[in-house]
């Protein structure tokens, strides 16, 4: 089962491949929920006060500051979303974009102002078509927890069995770096959430549309 303390001591003991900000006041919180006009979701909020943004695993994994950083206006969790809406992206109002992996390819929470639905996360794919979706995740640190251990089969060369324990993965999906490709990534975004793990795709090979990403949303939730 993720949890956001299993994955905070993942990144304390791989630190030196991550770059990671302090994590954000309750006030930083506070003023990013006014400027969204809706309440980051439970798990996004206790992520962002561990951690306010960072490259994870050398960027391939990429979690956004909350506020925008002087200079830096597109790239941030309030304004990313209406970035990536003015290059084109199909993002439905109720998405809302909090990061990408090492490829440019883009994550987004399911965070209606009306609250209803599970904050559910999907890959958004570089299709600009309706159906451009894919689950990935039933909240972001769970999301995350099963995203990373992939890179720490990857990156970590000494004690990656140690750290995959503490992730609580288990056995079966652990391989050999030489051996990793897509279908177990796809495997441990199932494992590390199960309540989507029936939905968990890829967007390139099994798109969704915005309804169907809120009818997933809707029966989660249920």
């Given at each position: 089962?993720?949890?956001?303390?299993?994955?905070?001591?993942?990144?304390?003991?791989?630190a030196?491949?991550?770059e990671?900000?302090?994590?954000?006041?309750?006030?930083?919180i506070a003023?990013?929920?006014?400027?969204?006009?809706?309440?980051?979701?439970?798990?996004?909020?206790?992520?962002?006060?561990?951690?306010?943004?960072?490259?994870?695993?050398?960027?391939?994994?990429r979690?956004?500051?909350?506020?925008?950083?002087?200079?830096?206006?597109?790239?941030?969790l309030?304004?990313?979303?209406?970035?990536?809406?003015?290059?084109?992206?199909?993002?439905?109002?109720e998405l809302v974009?909090?990061?990408?992996?090492?490829t440019?390819?883009?994550f987004?929470?399911?965070?209606?102002?009306?609250g209803?639905?599970a904050p559910?996360?999907?890959?958004?794919?570089?299709?600009?078509?309706?159906?451009?979706?894919?689950?990935?995740g039933?909240?972001?640190v769970?999301?995350?927890?099963?995203w990373?251990?992939?890179?720490?089969m990857?990156?970590?060369?000494?004690?990656a069995?140690a750290?995959?324990?503490?992730?609580?993965?288990?056995?079966?999906?652990?391989?050999?770096?030489?051996?990793?490709?897509?279908?177990?990534s796809?495997?441990?975004l199932r494992?590390?959430?199960p309540?989507?793990?029936?939905?968990?795709?890829?967007?390139?090979?099994?798109?969704?549309t915005?309804?169907?990403?809120?009818?997933?949303?809707?029966?989660?939730?249920?």
């Amino acid at each position: 089962m993720a949890s956001l303390p299993g994955f905070v001591e993942m990144l304390e003991r791989t630190a030196d491949l991550h770059e990671r900000r302090p994590g954000a006041t309750p006030d930083e919180i506070a003023a990013a929920e006014a400027r969204l006009g809706r309440p980051l979701p439970e798990s996004m909020r206790s992520l962002y006060a561990a951690m306010n943004g960072g490259d994870l695993f050398q960027g391939d994994a990429r979690l956004l500051e909350l506020l925008p950083g002087e200079g830096d206006e597109a790239f941030s969790l309030v304004t990313y979303s209406d970035f990536l809406r003015g290059a084109q992206f199909p993002l439905p109002p109720e998405l809302v974009a909090f990061g990408s992996d090492g490829t440019g390819e883009n994550f987004a929470a399911w965070m209606p102002s009306d609250g209803a639905g599970a904050p559910i996360v999907v890959h958004i794919g570089e299709l600009f078509e309706e159906a451009s979706f894919a689950v990935v995740g039933s909240d972001v640190v769970s999301f995350l927890t099963g995203w990373c251990a992939y890179y720490v089969m990857s990156y970590v060369e000494e004690d990656a069995d140690a750290v995959l324990d503490g992730l609580g993965v288990p056995e079966s999906l652990r391989i050999d770096p030489d051996d990793i490709d897509d279908e177990r990534s796809l495997d441990l975004l199932r494992w590390a959430s199960p309540a989507v793990a029936k939905w968990v795709a890829d967007p390139y090979d099994e798109p969704l549309t915005p309804d169907q990403v809120r009818e997933v949303a809707m029966e989660v939730a249920a």
